[in-house]
């Protein structure tokens, strides 16, 4: 038997096996997916100047030539399972294609005080291409570099050269950050490996650093207003209504954000309503602040927050496992682990993090009085309860667990409202079951409820222009409980530009679909808990209304458009 038979005989046995072992059809768009994620990510790496033209030519020739590629396709001969990788393929290149554009006219507003882009990003991708220079010229190239930074930071001191709005200065200020490393890249590249380019280009270097530094400085205090030491100012970069309703489309949700914002508004309604209730049952009338503070008073000594933390999530794991709401592997059980967060992290991120490993917060004997009461106000047994399933099982160490094993290649269609909204989800459906039995912590549950509810409040608004950060901040404080150390934590954190403008809000949205999802097709008993939570795992990740269509086994057609309007009661 020749080579060529043997590989077929051998994928066509380990596809039989492994095929009985598997609900997992084969898909013919798999290969198609993870050769264009590889490539985009070559591309990524070898065009590593953000700013290069020549990278933004070479992206929009590859995903064009992808979507040429896709639309010839016959979709009606796919199977359903790979009508919905069409779909969600197309999806992802019409996005990537999107924010190329958008990225393009963000530089366009950035220009006028960063004219020198090009001159960076070109050194950069001579670089990578090997092109050899005369180290000689590239001296006084950095020279007239230095210089032009140093008058060009006068004339907009001197008004020659008009202020940009704040936003455009606030982005400019990490696009000067990502142009010092990709300069300092190309000089490291050449310095000592060449001694003639050394003895040319290390003082215009020099040079050309320190100007970049004074001018990333000023242009941080006086265009954007944060001097080096402040802590409390937060700056965002709204994107409008337009382009929230672009990005509500890629995500398929088909509310406007104002619609959105009364969908919130009803949510923290009915938080307000519970966290009443469980008031009363502590003996604070209406006063659910009173009550929350209470709650607060009850955290743990130093030293014993990690074995809170493991009683937690083996009480939750305990709980889907006795109920079949999930099947949980044993190597899923096994593995997850606990760390402890860094107080550098904790400024940025008060609360728990996870996935695989759950990032315990808690204060360390650095950290002053006030700092050391707040986050242990903020971590208390109540409100880390539900944080604790929300991170490990059932929620994102279950999912990450299972993205590896399943429908790997889906993992490029990756959003929050699958992500977050999925570990949220399980924050309603434990509710719903009397999982959260006690007043002090229904108090913690609905902390964080109604943090989700004010997140979309507060984004949206911000993204409207209709909210400042400091009203946000105000409104975490005031409405929710926050510590203010921590509600402006999580502000900045939100508009720092770390994440996608929809990323707070897919919190509760995508938690709201799986909610209507589970009502719809467990609900009604057309599947059990657990033939709906493990369909939903072995998918992967992707918009929420594209489970909907798995599941359901709908019709779907190539120009696939979203019109799931999944909270009932709202007017259209």
């Known amino acids: 038997m020749n080579l060529y038979k043997i590989a077929v005989f051998t994928l066509f046995l380990s596809t039989q096996i492994f095929g009985q072992l598997s609900s997992e059809a084969p898909s013919r768009l798999r290969s198609v997916i993870e050769q264009h994620g590889q490539d985009a990510g070559a591309y990524g790496r070898f065009y590593s100047a953000e700013t290069s033209p020549n990278r933004y030519e070479r992206f929009k020739r590859l995903h064009s030539d992808r979507m040429a590629e896709l639309s010839r396709l016959n979709f009606d001969g796919l199977q359903h399972h790979e009508q919905v990788d069409y779909i969600l393929f197309q999806n992802h290149l019409e996005r990537e294609l999107r924010e190329l554009e958008r990225y393009q006219a963000q530089l366009r507003e950035m220009e006028p005080i960063i004219p020198f882009m090009r001159v960076i990003s070109d050194l950069e991708d001579e670089r990578r291409k090997l092109i050899s220079i005369d180290p000689a010229k590239k001296a006084a190239d950095l020279d007239a570099l230095a210089k032009s930074i140093t008058a060009l930071q006068k004339d907009i001191a001197s008004g020659k050269i008009a202020k940009p709005k704040r936003t455009v200065a606030y982005r400019a200020v990490r696009t000067l950050a990502s142009l010092r490393s990709t300069l300092r890249n190309w000089f490291n590249f050449h310095n000592v490996y060449d001694p003639n380019f050394t003895w040319w280009n290390k003082k215009p270097y020099e040079a050309v650093e320190a100007a970049l530094q004074k001018y990333s400085e000023y242009v941080s205090r006086d265009l954007v207003g944060i001097a080096p030491d402040d802590r409390t100012t937060i700056i965002g970069d709204p994107i409008g209504r337009e382009a929230l309703i672009e990005e509500l489309r890629f995500e398929m949700i088909p509310y406007t954000p104002e619609e959105l914002v009364e969908i919130a508004n009803k949510e923290f309604d009915w938080c307000i309503a519970e966290f009443k209730k469980a008031s009363r049952e502590m003996g604070f009338g209406d006063d659910y602040m009173k009550a929350i503070e209470a709650v607060k008073l009850k955290y743990v000594e130093p030293g014993k927050q990690p074995e809170l933390i493991r009683d937690q999530a083996l009480e939750a794991i305990e709980y889907v496992k006795k109920n079949n709401l999930l099947t949980v592997p044993k190597e899923a059980e096994e593995t997850w682990r606990m760390e402890m967060m860094s107080p550098e992290r904790q400024l940025v991120a008060p609360f728990f993090l996870g996935g695989e490993t759950i990032l315990v917060s808690y204060p360390t004997d650095g950290m002053t009085h006030e700092q050391k009461m707040m986050s242990m106000r903020g971590n208390n047994p109540h409100f880390a309860r539900a944080v604790t399933h929300h991170e490990l099982i059932p929620g994102h160490h279950m999912q990450q667990f299972m993205n590896r094993r399943y429908r790997s290649y889906r993992s490029m269609f990756r959003t929050p409202f699958w992500s977050e909204g999925w570990a949220l989800y399980w924050e309603f459906i434990l509710w719903d079951r009397g999982f959260t039995a006690t007043p002090e912590d229904k108090i913690g549950a609905l902390f964080w409820r109604s943090h989700r ?72 008993g057309k599947m059990t808990d657990a033939q709906f939570h493990d369909a939903i795992l072995r998918e992967n990740t992707m918009p929420v209304e594209m489970v909907r269509a798995i599941l359901t086994n709908q019709r779907l057609n190539r120009d696939f458009q979203t019109n799931w309007r999944y909270y009932p009661g709202l007017s259209k």
């Open 453 to 524: 509810a004010a997140r979309i409040i507060f984004s949206l608004n911000f993204h409207l222009e209709k909210m400042t950060p400091q009203e946000a901040v105000d409104l975490l404080v005031d409405k929710v409980g926050h510590e203010r150390e921590n509600a402006l934590a999580e502000v900045r954190r939100s508009f720092a530009g770390d994440y996608g403008p929809l990323y707070q809000m897919a919190y509760m949205m995508g938690g709201l679909q799986f909610y209507q999802l589970h009502k719809d097709l467990v609900g009604s």
